[in-house]
């Protein structure tokens, strides 16, 4: 009896704990609309991108994460009134129609479909998709010369559609992640990986990856990445203004230069830096 | 909502779903034939082949699916570069019903030992009496009303097993949970209805299921 009566106790205690983790997200302003001194704004990123979003030891790092930086700075939150969340291509629009996240900077691409349920501010850079090969690799210099090749990219993803879509011989590895793409290509079985040029050039500098990968340079889709907001959002323009800022002041070469450093990659000139569209 | 029926002009659903039905098809044959053989070991008097069967199901039962699934592909293709078969497609096919008859085997092994356990233990000891040994006691006496008594169990793995098939995504095949994931990205406009559509074809295999195996388990339960 007396056991139960311990056993009791400490399940208690267990659950007790366990539901104090999931409610400490409070003092989150959902609205974020006033550029207030004391809120905190949420931004939504990819965690697992390096180069692009990638978060380790709590520590956001990557291209979208500096632009975010520095809108966010714009707006009026200073880096730490800002709370990174993660947020994975499928719940983008989710998050952004019920108030989680304020701004999104996930390599987003604007699409129209994607218009239906959220607007965009942006965009900040024009993306394409490209092929990741092996530095000493000189066979591959675009998706012509994939035929009979194997080619990694990630299940459900654009790119991946893309190549299915135009290039039927070509032998499609779809992984979970560019990481697993990464690691096959390594291993000699996979020729080339494909997604956005920049992701591929983010991938390629890690440290584990430096100077053993080139990205092609040769794209062959534009993907406009913008800034994902809510359809009542009043923050586009300040948004805008913020991008065209960052452009002006030299900081968005900057920060595209220190986050494919060891790449060997150079982004599209002629389309960037993009001169961000109109709201809506 | 006539954007969303337009979707399944582009996006063959349909043919994601027969994926996973064959992907299941072939894994529960796969899994029930190991399964059994492990089974008739862990109840096998031999120590050794005793000890293999617990350790084989303690480590497959216990590692995700979706581990087994990358290791298969990272790791035997990837490094190893085993390939069954020269079809790219088809390689991964037969990796993925290689992952998951090794993952379910260990189930289905559980499931026919608390099949075997209903079998009164003066069954066994009449078929010694008669002179059989392990091996026909097991196979003509055991086994047949171990499997009557587990249906319903080994029901219960087949379902879940079905699920499982959308773990293959990890293994490259073209099936339904990997095409959802295509739909999505491409419209997230009618992100709910895509949802739920597969969360329906879903249902529409899993119940019958459920329903034939309650049914068999009651009519094939071994009267005693």
């Known amino acids: 009896m007396r056991k139960t009566r311990y056993a009791a106790v400490a399940f208690a205690a267990a659950a007790a704990l366990t539901m104090s983790a999931c409610g400490g997200d409070s003092g989150t302003d959902a609205g974020g609309e006033d550029t207030g001194s004391s809120d905190t704004i949420t931004i939504g990123i990819k965690f697992d991108q390096p180069g692009v979003g990638f978060m380790e030891n709590n520590e956001p790092s990557g291209f979208d994460v500096d632009v975010a930086k520095y809108v966010a700075n714009e707006l009026g939150y200073s880096e730490d009134q800002i709370e ?186 002629e389309l960037n830096p993009p001169e961000p569209a109109a709201c809506a | 909502m006539g954007g969303f029926f337009a979707l399944f002009e582009g996006y063959d659903v349909v043919a994601a779903f027969w994926m996973n039905i064959q992907l299941a098809f072939w894994a529960a044959i796969g899994s029930l034939v190991l399964g059994t053989v492990l089974a008739v070991m862990r109840i096998s008097p031999i120590a050794s082949l005793r000890w293999f069967g617990t350790a084989y199901v303690n480590i497959f039962r216990n590692t995700p699916l979706t581990i087994i699934m990358v290791f298969s592909v990272l790791g035997l293709w990837g490094q190893l570069q085993v390939n069954f078969v020269n079809d790219f497609d088809l390689n991964f096919f037969m ?79 073209a099936e339904a949970s990997g095409l959802m994931k295509t739909m999505i990205e491409f419209r997230p406009d009618v992100m709910t209805q895509i949802f739920l559509t597969f969360a329906i074809g879903f249902v529409v295999i899993v119940i019958p299921i459920g329903l034939l195996t309650t049914w068999a388990s009651k009519k094939l339960a071994v009267a005693r």
């Open chain 1, 84 to 269: 990174w969340k993660e947020t994975p291509s499928a719940q983008r629009e989710n998050v952004l129609e019920n108030g989680e996240v304020d701004m999104i900077f996930a390599s987003y691409s604007i699409t129209d479909e994607r218009k239906q349920r959220v607007a965009f501010a942006g965009p900040y850079f024009i993306a394409g998709q490209d092929l990741l090969v092996n530095a000493d690799n000189n066979d591959i210099n675009g998706p012509e010369d994939l035929n009979g090749k194997v080619l990694c990219s990630v299940t459900g993803s654009t790119s991946a559609q893309k190549i299915a879509d135009t290039q039927p011989d070509v032998n499609l590895l779809e992984q979970g992640g560019y990481a697993n793409c990464v690691t096959a290509m390594q291993g000699g079985q996979v020729d080339a990986v494909t997604t956005d040029d920049i992701i591929l050039a983010g991938l390629a500098s890690t440290d584990a990856n430096s100077g053993k990968f080139k990205v092609v340079g040769n794209t062959f889709t534009e993907e406009q990445y913008g800034v994902g907001i809510s359809q009542d959002s009043d923050q586009c323009e300040a948004i805008n203004t913020a991008i065209r800022t960052m452009v002006e002041d030299g900081s968005w070469e900057e920060a595209i230069m220190a986050n494919t450093e060891g790449a060997d990659y150079s982004y599209n000139d």
């Open chain 2, 95 to 173: 990796l993925a019903i290689l992952s998951l008859s090794l993952y379910h085997a260990a189930f289905v092994c559980e499931a026919i030992r608390s099949g075997v356990n209903t079998v009164p233990l003066g069954q066994a000891e009449a078929a010694r009496s008669i002179g059989l040994s392990f091996l026909p006691a097991a196979w003509l006496i055991i086994l047949p009303q171990a499997f009557r008594g587990a249906i319903a169990p080994l029901g219960n793995v087949l379902i879940a097993l079905v699920k499982n098939t959308t773990v293959a995504a990890a293994a490259s095949v």
